[in-house]
């Protein structure tokens, strides 16, 4: 397990400025991190353009529901199972991800160079990332396959006794812990053909540059997408922030820590769709878009959130152009008998809580392997009062780590 800072992505503003205590931030090009390498930035860009994929996928026509994810999770966790792939499903998989053109081991090394940069890149935000392999002790794998992800993923591996109930204990507990106690189960049980979890979590806390006032938060209206309203609690501050509009959105950076890491937040326009922008979102909108932001001075107005999320990503993944690897499966790579294995289900779960003081997120994506048996301009405001997107990323690199769509403000105590 290892540690990162992070500064996530931004919020919503509301020009109010006589109301509110202004901030004055320091200079935001101090502790800039090294640059990164070439490899390292075609992995950046490989691992955007699967987030926005994915999220796409997950997040269009979803007017009455949140969606958060982390994709860096989900790429770690199929990264891994990617090195037990070949022929027709490894190409499936290579698309999909869109992994950079190169050998495996400098595929590999980018994935291990990455982590490694984000894990050192912020003290004053907390970021874990940890990788495991949990294998049914009776059956063999081969050496390379677990070598490899221990070496480039350091990924912990174990063998257990699927048949005895404690596994799943064991592998709830890892959860558990490396999410910080956020996420305290993936598996429920375990099915008789089981005989692999690839696992990778990913845990982030990072208090606000500038932190709201609680004593300003207040109960407020949210807009719905079906045009009905609910009260949620509003946060409040103002603050020169990196901000961009254009004729669909409004966007803005919150920074997380040091800076390096920040939430970006996209509020469409009262006249545009949601589903529209989601569908722009790519690595070179992306990019353009955050070189178009300025610092002004502006109010946010930010819900405060916490809830869960889970989704299996069969269906999402498939969609994508990764079908192989679900029926008709060529694992050798991974195992002799390969032709028999397959993935059974890639499930994802998430946790986040955005209030005053900063956001606290965890993720952990589990992918199962399977037996089968033969046959079968100037000052702005941004009042996010109605449904929006929202990342968490370096603002150096823009690598994601995760993003959401807002379509209900949600706080569970």
């Not at 640059?35 to 992995?43: G, M, N, V, Y």
């Not at 040091?258 to 949601?274: E, F, H, K």
């Not at 690897?325 to 289900?345: C, H, K, P, R, V």
Request: with cysteine; proline share 3%; aromatic share 12%.
């Amino acid at each position: 397990m290892k540690k990162i800072t992070i500064i996530m992505l931004t919020v919503f503003m509301f020009i109010t400025f006589g109301c509110f205590d202004f901030i004055n931030p320091t200079d935001e090009d101090s502790d800039k991190p090294r640059s990164l390498s070439k490899t390292e930035a075609r992995q950046v860009q490989a691992s955007n353009e699967f987030s926005f994929d994915i999220f796409k996928e997950l997040s269009i026509g979803q007017a009455d529901s949140n969606v958060f994810i982390s994709p860096l999770s989900i790429y770690y966790a199929l990264g891994m199972t990617y090195n037990g792939a070949a022929g027709e499903t490894a190409e499936e998989m290579e698309n999909t991800l869109h992994l950079p053109e190169g050998t495996s081991e400098e595929i590999n090394s980018s994935f291990e160079t990455l982590m490694e940069y984000l894990l050192g890149l912020d003290p004053d935000v907390t970021l874990q990332i940890a990788n495991s392999i949990w294998y049914r002790d009776t059956w063999t794998f081969k050496e390379t396959f677990l070598n490899i992800c221990k070496d480039y993923f350091s990924a912990e591996i174990s063998g257990l006794d699927f048949n005895d109930p404690s596994s799943v204990d064991t592998i709830n507990n890892w959860v558990d812990e490396n999410t910080n106690h956020k996420i305290d189960n993936i598996i429920d049980s375990i099915d008789r053909e089981t005989v692999m979890f690839l696992i990778n979590a990913i845990y982030f806390n990072g208090t606000w540059k500038y932190e709201f006032d609680s004593d300003m938060t207040e109960e407020k209206d949210f807009y719905l997408t079906d045009g009905n309203t609910t009260k949620c609690n509003t946060m409040v501050q103002t603050a020169e922030l990196k901000y961009m509009s254009n004729d669909d959105f409004q966007a803005v950076n919150l920074p997380y820590g040091n800076g390096n890491y920040v939430m970006t937040i996209i509020l469409p326009n009262s006249n545009a769709n949601i589903d529209s922008i989601i569908e722009e979102m790519n690595s070179t909108n992306w990019e353009l878009w955050m070189s178009q932001m300025e610092t002004k001075k502006g109010t946010v107005y930010l819900p405060k959130l916490k809830f869960a999320y889970e989704k299996e990503l069969n269906d999402a993944l498939q969609s994508l152009g990764m079908r192989k690897a679900f029926s008709g499966a060529d694992f050798s790579n991974m195992d002799e008998t390969a032709q028999y294995l397959f993935i059974s289900e890639v499930r994802h779960k998430s946790f986040i809580e955005m209030n005053e003081e900063g956001t606290e997120a965890a993720a952990v994506t589990i992918v199962e392997i399977s037996f089968e048996s033969i046959g079968e301009e100037g000052d702005f405001t941004m009042n996010m009062n109605r449904p929006f997107i929202y990342a968490i990323q370096d603002i150096n690199t823009n690598a994601m780590l995760f993003v959401g769509l807002l379509n209900v403000p949600i706080y569970d105590e």
